[in-house]
């Protein structure tokens, strides 16, 4: 059964700082990996989506994949308060209609 | 544009009432849906999910059903609540199977056993 670890619990940034989040995984048979915020209150929205080895930049979001190492991670530039929230790191099989999740990163920018 | 309703917005219930959660997705046909719960916090187990019309997969037995009995309704009931039933849930949408495909999230239901 697919494990899905994220790591800090909880991390506090000052606003303008940049934020590392991180997430392991258990199979090596993953295919598709997906990083969503929460805001309170709110549904999951999905940030951005890797797939490949490497790097993939989206404005101020850099996510980071290595398979070999069972590792993901998402890393926020210049964090605004608006950024503060609960994130997960979600994680795919092929072909399938499940995502596994991690247990979350919970977020706090201070001014 | 898709909107996802879910309703309602909370509920207080006591231990042992039946319970009924509804989704509406609008503006996009056939959508594949799902249903999650995630404790005040945590993280999120889906429940079921949906690619058509009548049918529905179960992805964990926490003693709820769904049911979708119309291409843009999905529904989560159970006839017995249990304390362990509190928490959020929420009902999403895709285009394709979510492997490689967003999610698309409701604001959720809050749901209080008492």
């Known amino acids: 059964q697919q494990k899905v670890q994220q790591s800090p619990e909880s991390l506090i940034v000052p606003e303008g700082g940049m934020a590392s989040l991180n997430c392991t995984f258990s199979?090596?048979?993953?295919?598709y990996f997906w990083w969503y915020r929460q805001h309170s209150g709110e549904g999951p929205k999905a940030l951005m989506?890797?797939?490949s080895n490497g790097d993939k930049k989206e404005g101020r979001f850099t996510a980071h994949l290595n398979k070999a190492s069972l590792y993901v991670s998402l890393h926020i530039k210049d964090s605004q308060p608006s950024d503060s929230a609960l994130y997960f790191c979600?994680?795919?099989?092929?072909?399938?209609?499940?995502?596994?999740w991690g247990s979350g990163t919970k977020l706090i920018i201070k001014p | 544009a898709q909107t996802i309703h879910q309703w309602p917005v909370a509920e207080i219930k006591a231990v042992g009432s039946p319970l009924s959660l509804g989704c509406t997705i609008k503006g996009k046909s056939s959508p594949n849906l799902y249903w999650y719960w995630q404790a005040t916090g945590g993280t999120l187990q889906q429940l079921f999910y949906s690619i058509t019309v009548g049918q529905v997969e179960s992805v964990v037995q926490l003693n709820l059903s769904a049911s979708r009995p119309k291409d843009d309704q999905f529904i989560l009931s159970t006839e017995k609540l249990l304390l362990s039933h509190s928490g959020f849930y929420l009902c999403a949408w895709s285009l394709i199977q979510i492997s490689n495909e967003r999610l698309f999230f409701g604001h959720g239901t809050k749901l209080s056993v008492l």
């Open positions: 979600a994680v795919s099989l092929d072909s399938n209609y499940q995502l596994i």
């Open positions: 989506s890797i797939f």
């Open positions: 199979d090596r048979n993953s295919q």
